[in-house]
């Protein structure tokens, strides 16, 4: 049963193991709760709210899936959001990694606790649910410092901390010159993390015995099977030389049975043979981690573009990919949602002076976009942004400079970035062909018909679902220049990204093609901007 506390005469708040739900009972119609606890809980209607599952939960819940976990290592904050994208089921931050990227300085011991747990908050801030563990090495000293090293990664994020039994400095498993610390200190780290997870830490422990590189299989295993009498949640012995050492440690009986095990897939040479996931869980492992892929590729990328740009030439698109695939990455496009969105809450708080001066059609209360004619340009997102801000009327002249530069096909970005295009009318003609629907008409005073709340119910639907796929490619080589897609709902986003569809009124085309009016089969644009074929499909 939920444990319950009282927080006021009508505001219950029910735990449930990790999990909150805060229920306001009030029946009375009372605007003011009187409180039983000295912190005031005051509610003006009922109210119920249940707190989100922590990412700990997280992996407790995959680790009972049926299925191997595959987990990419990361070493910063984008990596972590790539691993986050691909939909891999978690991440492990290596030390390895992160002491490469970060001080770029080996694997043995030189990157500090401190500097870990603040490459971790990074990299929490950065993803949104996926579970990453993190490289907590032998704990940065004794048993109280394993503890405080638990803690620490616990509050920034972490779903698991790695605790490992080398000497200090350590180094990483699969080079040479391995010494593990003796049993009953090895196991001690263990019983201190356990304890700081009992005591609130809010994380898996992750126990890896490095013995068998540096004394033996049959040490290592012994040191696996104390750590799970200890309590650890996960094991992982480092640098198994074969498939039969793999079974071996599968193979543990007593507590270490029912723990789940990890295998390392060191890439490029390491010690561990490289077994396909399946294989690996037929073997009994529950999670495999790929330690150097991201790093690996990344160092050979970088060393590849760099005797380029040595020789004068820039890395092939196909190799670098394009500005949009880069800003899709770092998340320009939900920078630019968010703008939007808070302001629209804006003008919902009442900022009518924005949409007086904005729309000459009246004021709306959908948020879907409304097009009253055949603009020249799509307005981004970011645009709308900046104006609640400042929504004053701007000068005639300004008025009329503004004008030429959308009909010239010039989009400028907050940074004062100017993107040109040699589009012209010749783009903004092509909107032409598509009529609006007569049911998303307006009145004559400006508001909106009752077939505004269809038009919002299809634009909601047509945002969930569709995706625009934008595909350039070198009129004279036919190589693919750029090859995206890029969600609906991010309409204004997508004459900001790429300036080759700037002055194109896509907001214009969508209405047409919810109304039935287009052949989704085609290309809503198919045209050629100078040396670029671009097209553009509705998906």
Not at 61 to 68: A, G, R, V
Not at 95 to 110: M, Q, W
Not at 342 to 355: C, H, P, Q, R
Not at 377 to 393: G, K, N, R, S
């Amino acid at each position: 049963m939920p444990s319950s506390v009282v927080a006021c005469q009508h505001l219950e708040v029910l735990k449930s193991g990790t999990m909150w739900a805060v229920q306001h009972r009030c029946l009375s119609g009372s605007s003011v709760c009187q409180p039983t606890r000295p912190r005031q809980l005051h509610r003006r209607s009922c109210v119920s709210a249940v707190a989100a599952a922590s990412r700990t939960d997280a992996l407790r819940e995959l680790l009972k899936s049926p299925t191997i976990l595959k987990g990419p290592c990361c070493h910063d904050a984008i990596s972590a959001r790539l691993i986050e994208r691909a939909g891999f089921d978690f991440a492990f931050m290596s030390g390895f990694c992160t002491s490469a990227a970060r001080l770029g300085a080996p694997d043995t011991g030189l990157i500090s606790y401190a500097e870990m747990a603040d490459q971790g908050r990074y990299i929490h801030e950065a993803t949104k649910h996926i579970p990453i563990i993190g490289d907590g090495d032998t704990g940065y000293g004794n048993a109280m410092n394993v503890k405080r090293t638990v803690r620490g990664y616990a509050a920034a994020g972490f779903a698991g901390v790695l605790i490992e039994d080398q000497v200090s400095p350590k180094s990483c498993g699969h080079v040479r010159n391995k010494r593990v610390t003796s049993r009953e200190e090895a196991v001690s780290r263990i019983k201190a993390a356990v304890d700081a997870r009992e005591e609130g830490a809010d994380t898996l422990i992750l126990a890896r015995s490095d013995a068998r590189q540096a004394d033996s299989l049959d040490e290592a295993l012994w040191r696996a099977a104390a750590f799970a009498d200890a309590g650890a949640d996960i094991l992982f012995i480092d640098a198994l030389a074969s498939v039969e050492e793999m079974k071996a440690f599968t193979g543990l009986q007593g507590a270490a049975a029912s723990i789940p095990k990890m295998a390392n897939m060191l890439e490029g040479g390491g010690k561990t043979p490289i077994l396909p996931p399946n294989e690996l869980q037929g073997l009994g492992f529950k999670l495999v981690a790929y330690p150097l892929s991201l790093l690996g590729v990344s160092i050979r990328a970088m060393e590849r573009a760099l005797q380029g740009l040595k020789a004068g030439q820039v890395p092939d698109v196909r190799d670098m990919g394009t500005f949009v695939d880069i800003q899709m990455a770092v998340g320009f496009p939900a920078y630019y949602e968010d703008a939007a969105r808070y302001a629209k809450s804006s003008l919902a708080a009442g900022d009518t002076s924005f949409s007086s001066s904005s729309n000459s059609a009246g004021s709306r209360s959908s948020s879907a976009p409304y097009v009253p004619g055949f603009a020249a340009a799509t307005t981004p997102a970011v645009d709308a942004a900046a104006a609640a801000v400042q929504p004053q009327t701007a000068p005639v002249e300004q008025q009329q400079q503004q004008q030429k530069e959308q009909q010239a096909g010039i989009v400028i970005e907050p940074d004062q970035v100017v993107l040109p295009s040699d589009l012209g009318t010749s783009i903004n003609s092509i909107g032409q062909q598509y009529a609006l629907s007569k049911q998303y008409s307006s009145t004559t005073d400006g508001s909106n018909t009752t077939g505004d709340e269809d038009r919002q119910a299809r634009w909601d639907a047509f945002r969930r679902s569709k995706f625009f796929r934008v595909h350039i490619r070198d009129k004279r080589t036919g190589i693919t220049k750029l090859e995206t897609r890029i969600p609906a709902g991010f309409i204004g986003g997508l004459t900001a990204l790429i300036p080759q569809v700037a002055g194109v009124n896509f907001e214009e085309m969508v209405e047409a093609a919810m109304g039935d009016r287009l052949d989704l089969s085609k290309p809503l644009l198919d045209y050629v901007n100078g040396n670029d074929v671009i097209q553009v499909l509705l998906e």
